[in-house]
């Protein structure tokens, strides 16, 4: 049995008389692959604002290895390992690729205008900012302005401002939204050697053929509440699954 990284306690939030996460205990194993499933408005989001620190739960618990950062900040629970993804909102659009991963990784060392006097210190800057340009497949745009990518590239560079963070876990929020299907591939690629690299990833996803092909653990959110989590494969036969998701179909179906 693989070691829980993340683990959260009844966890709730209520927006008003709205209970948008509702009692929510699950845990989520180093090393695994899991997809967080569910229709939409279930609570997917808000349950990965809770677990980033970005909203505070009414009621319930978070642990990462053990701690318990509930009343721990977003920056703090960087610090800790956990990454999160923010759909483009990080990113610079009037610096390059190259340098916004590269701020990325001074930000995570804390390394100031100084480093410039220090030649080690700037070599080994650039080259672990190749090095995740090379894992995003964005080494050829490396010297595009990031507001010149398409929006798939974009979503890499974002990935790949993540990675820079050297998270132990990855909190990813449909990263395929709005790109077009021919790029898919490519970032189900990039997802797949990252977690052969030892990264656990936790994904919110509806592209059916892109949860197939990554997940080793399901977990389905039914109106803010847990309804199941385990093996994919179970999942998906679970009746009360199927019957959350109208006639079955939409576990089936490859979707946009
Ligand atoms: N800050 C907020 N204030 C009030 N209501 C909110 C807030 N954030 C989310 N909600 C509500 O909580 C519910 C869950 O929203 P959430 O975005 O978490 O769903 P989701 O499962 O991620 O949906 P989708 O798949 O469409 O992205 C929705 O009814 C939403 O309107």
Same mark, same amino acid.
């Given at each position: 049995?693989?070691?829980? *990284?993340?683990?959260? $306690? @009844?966890?709730?939030? =209520?927006?008003? /008389? %709205?209970?948008? #996460? ?72 009037? *610096?390059?690729?190259? $340098? @916004?991963?590269?701020? =990325?990784?001074? /930000? %995570?060392?804390? #390394? ?145």
């Amino acid at each position: 049995m693989a070691d829980t *990284l993340i683990q959260t $306690e @009844n966890l709730s939030i =209520s927006f008003g /008389a %709205h209970k948008a #996460v509702n009692n929510v205990s699950i845990s989520l194993e180093k090393g695994l692959f899991t997809t967080i499933l569910g229709p939409n408005g279930a609570g997917k989001t808000t349950l990965f604002n809770l677990i980033s620190g970005l909203l505070k739960p009414t009621e319930g618990k978070i642990y990462f290895k053990g701690t318990d950062i509930t009343g721990l900040s977003p920056i703090e629970r960087v610090k800790m390992g956990m990454g999160r993804s923010f759909q483009l909102t990080n990113v610079f659009s009037r *610096l390059t690729t190259f $340098e @916004n991963v590269r701020l =990325s990784i001074q /930000a %995570h060392q804390e #390394v100031g205008y100084k480093m410039f006097t220090d030649y080690r210190k700037f070599k080994s800057l650039n080259d672990k900012t190749h090095e995740i340009l090379e894992e995003v497949l964005l080494k050829d745009k490396k010297d595009f302005l990031a507001g010149e990518l398409s929006h798939g590239e974009q979503r890499k560079l974002e990935l790949g401002m993540v990675l820079a963070l050297q998270p132990e876990v990855l909190l990813l929020d449909e990263p395929t939204a709005g790109m077009s299907i021919e790029e898919v591939p490519t970032m189900i690629d990039i997802l797949n050697k990252t977690k052969e690299k030892g990264t656990t990833i936790i994904l919110i996803e509806h592209k059916m053929d892109m949860v197939k092909a990554l997940s080793d653990k399901l977990i389905i959110i039914v109106n803010g509440a847990k309804l199941v989590e385990g093996d994919p494969e179970e999942v998906s036969q679970n009746p009360e699954v199927l019957k959350a998701y109208l006639g079955g179909g939409v576990l089936n179906e490859p979707t946009t």
